[in-house]
């Protein structure tokens, strides 16, 4: 089922990239996020487009947004090159959802939904390894060793932008811009929502089964 056309939506914490990642060993699709597609071309020159750089590289090394015009370039390089794919991270507002309607047609559009409380002690109880990047949960998760990575020893550490304050801000940048997009694609014939409360196993088994309904 190389060729199937996947959109994984949600607020962060709800777990796209785990479920994403199954996905693309489950049905042999590439797994298209923006931030591994702006990595991946990240010297892709720009100088076409009238930015203030030329580069990703520039934008992504001053700290500043990438502008949604070469966001938006990049990802369709990216879907251009795959038979199949999950994309995830990618629509994240309107304008984008409407340049991505142009690139792709989608097979199926999965909804993960998790209410704000639980968001909040997802994201604000996660540490990750300072090393290897594993993510570890100080309730849902414990590694063996509290503050010890399992898989290679490095220190766990809180992320800045997973202090509650952070985490709400990024809550409420979802709720404001991409809310609206998971809105745009309810009538989609692919659109499915997915309980993200469930166990990631139980997700995972409704996600598995909507993608096989529909592609």
Known sequence: MADAHVLILGPPGAGKGTQSSRIADRFDVEHVTTGDALRGNKDMDISDMDTEYDTPREYMEAGDLVPDAVVNA????????????????????????????????????????????ELVDRLTGRRVCDDCGTNFHVEFDQ?????????????????????????????????????????????????????????????????????????
């Not at 409360?197 to 088994?205: F, I, L």
């Open 74 to 117: 990049i990802v369709e390089e990216a879907l251009g090159s795959a038979d199949g794919y999950v994309l995830d991270g990618y629509p994240r507002n309107m304008d984008q959802a409407d340049e991505l309607e142009d690139m792709t047609d989608l097979d199926v559009i999965l909804s993960l939904s998790v209410s704000r409380d």
């Open 143 to 215: 590694p063996e060793e509290e503050g010890v990575c399992d898989d290679c020893g490095g220190e766990l550490i809180q992320r800045e932008d997973d202090n509650e304050e952070s985490v709400n801000n990024r809550l409420d940048v979802f709720e404001d811009n991409t809310a609206p997009v998971v809105d745009h694609y309810r009538d989609h014939a692919g659109f499915v929502e997915i309980d993200g409360e469930q166990t990631p196993d139980e997700v995972w088994a409704d996600i598995e089964a909507a993608i096989d309904d529909r592609v």
